[in-house]
Each structure stands twice: as structure tokens, then as C-alpha cells.
């Protein structure tokens, strides 16, 4: 098969035991953008167009993904016609019902509000061996541990056709929030109730407007997307006067 490659991204994982490094993506061809994620280090670069033979799809976290492990061969050619990445990474927002009706997707944008926060969110603990959050000091794999802090929004954003649920990591819940970890931890003696911190997330981000691109899946309990970026989508003005001046003008009922 033929793909171009829109985006490409290293990230190290624990496989069992071992730590290894996966290289996430996204590619696409004439027909659809699909994620990519080798176990083998290609240097892949956003631009290229691949010839791929080998590789085969499963299904991860409900995303439908291309894998290429060291069975799988690459080669660098060139081939008109396919998407290129800037038209990948920037089709614009779809309505939420229709990504749910759809089944979700690789690079899914959408956009709308803030209406609320669902747990955990805001000043969670996480089991050092695995990542996992804890319950109390408790990781469902390690047992008892001390956990490490971490910070995370699971962001409902509706825009009135449904709703989803953001999962943000530490970056962009710092980014959103205007907060960082080392922030909270230095205030933990003042406030250490997780809720406190999760309440005062809660104010900075509700009834924002933003747009969100990322990979989405759909399971009993709707449509999760993990980010990717996260934008405030704010109201353009210049846009909203000119629609509301003809209303505005001479007409008298
Ligand atoms: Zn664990």
C-alpha cells in the first residue's frame, strides 16, 4: 500500500518489563487517514510518501491502527495524488453525533464547550511501576505504593448535537488551566484535598470554547478522544458583526 505521512512522533512504552520505543503517527491515502504505530524505528518524516509492504491493522483502544514491526518493509517513493499533511491534520471540526455515529477516528477534530469535569481529574497519583491511578495508595497490578503526582482533566466539551470526553494529559492541563504541577505541589501544605484543586480546574475551564484534534473511540460510555491539541476556539468577532449587521440596519419591523 501507498501512504503519506502526516505526522510521526517517538514515545516509550512498558512492555511488560521492557521499556520500548514506538513511533506513532498518522498516514493516509487517497481514501482516509489511518494511525500508524511501528516497532521499528523507519525514520519516518511528515511529508514522505511510503510504499508498505508487510504491516497489518488491529484494533487498539478502539482506533483502528497500521502496525509495522520488523516483518514490515519501507520504501521511500513518489506518488501524486495523495493528501498532503497540512490537509490531514486540518479538516476542520465535525459535529460530535456525527463522530459518534461514525465510530470515531485517528485525527477527529471537534469543538465546543466546557460543561463539565468527570473523575479523576485535576491533582491525581499514579503507580510508579505502571502508570496506573491509584485508589488511595492502592494500584490494582503493584498493591500498595507510593504514588507519583501527575495532573489530568477528563474535559466534557459538548456542542449541543452530543458530547465528549477529553482526556488531557499533564501539558495540557497545565496549558489550559495556567497551573503547573510543581505549582500545586509547592501549595499541597495549604490545600492537600485532591478536591480542592480539582474544583478550582473545574473554574478555570468551564464554559471555554475549544477545539480539539485527536484520535477518538466510541464504547458504552460515548466518545473519548486523546488529544492531540487542544486550542480555545474563541468567537471571532469580526465574523459575528458582520452577520448581525444587516439586523442591525435600517430593518423595522
Ligand atoms: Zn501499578
Request: hydrophobic content about 35%; charged content about 35%; aromatic content about 6%.
Given at each position: 500500500m501507498y501512504v503519506r505521512v502526516a505526522r510521526v512522533a517517538e514515545r516509550t512504552v512498558s512492555v511488560g518489563?521492557?521499556?520500548?520505543?514506538?513511533?506513532?503517527g498518522l498516514v493516509a491515502d487517497e481514501t482516509g487517514v489511518i494511525a500508524l504505530s511501528a516497532w521499528t524505528d523507519f525514520n519516518l518524516r511528515s511529508g514522505e510518501t511510503l510504499e508498505i509492504t508487510g504491516g497489518?491493522?488491529?484494533?487498539?483502544?478502539?482506533?483502528?491502527?497500521?502496525?509495522?514491526?520488523?516483518?514490515?518493509?519501507?520504501?521511500?517513493?513518489?506518488?501524486?495524488?495523495?493528501?498532503?499533511?497540512?490537509?490531514?491534520?486540518?479538516?476542520?471540526p465535525i459535529s460530535m453525533a456525527r463522530l459518534e455515529e461514525s465510530g470515531g477516528g485517528p485525527s477527529a477534530s471537534v469543538e465546543g464547550l466546557v460543561v463539565g469535569l468527570l473523575p479523576p481529574s485535576g491533582l491525581v497519583y499514579r503507580c510508579p511501576e505502571c502508570r496506573r491511578g491509584l485508589q488511595g495508595e492502592h494500584c490494582r497490578i503493584h498493591g500498595t505504593v507510593k504514588g507519583i503526582a501527575d495532573l489530568r482533566a477528563r474535559i466534557v466539551l459538548d456542542d449541543g448535537t452530543g458530547a465528549v470526553t477529553i482526556n488531557a494529559g499533564r501539558s495540557e492541563t497545565e496549558r489550559l488551566w495556567g497551573v503547573t504541577l510543581d505549582g500545586v505541589l509547592g501549595q499541597l501544605g495549604a490545600k492537600p484535598d485532591p478536591s480542592i484543586w480539582e474544583g478550582e480546574l473545574l473554574d478555570a475551564v468551564l464554559g471555554r470554547r475549544l477545539r480539539v484534534r485527536g484520535a477518538a473511540s466510541v464504547d458504552d460510555f460515548g466518545v473519548t478522544i486523546q488529544p492531540e491539541t487542544i486550542d480555545a476556539a474563541d468567537i471571532?468577532?469580526?465574523?459575528?458583526?458582520?452577520?448581525l449587521a444587516p439586523r442591525l440596519g435600517g430593518e423595522r419591523p
Open positions: 518489563e521492557e521499556r520500548r520505543v514506538v513511533y506513532d497489518y491493522l488491529r484494533a487498539f483502544r478502539g482506533i483502528t491502527q497500521l502496525v509495522l514491526d520488523e516483518r514490515a518493509t519501507v520504501r521511500r517513493v513518489e506518488r501524486p495524488g495523495l493528501p498532503e499533511p497540512s490537509t490531514i491534520l486540518n479538516s476542520p471571532d468577532l469580526e465574523s459575528a458583526a458582520e452577520r
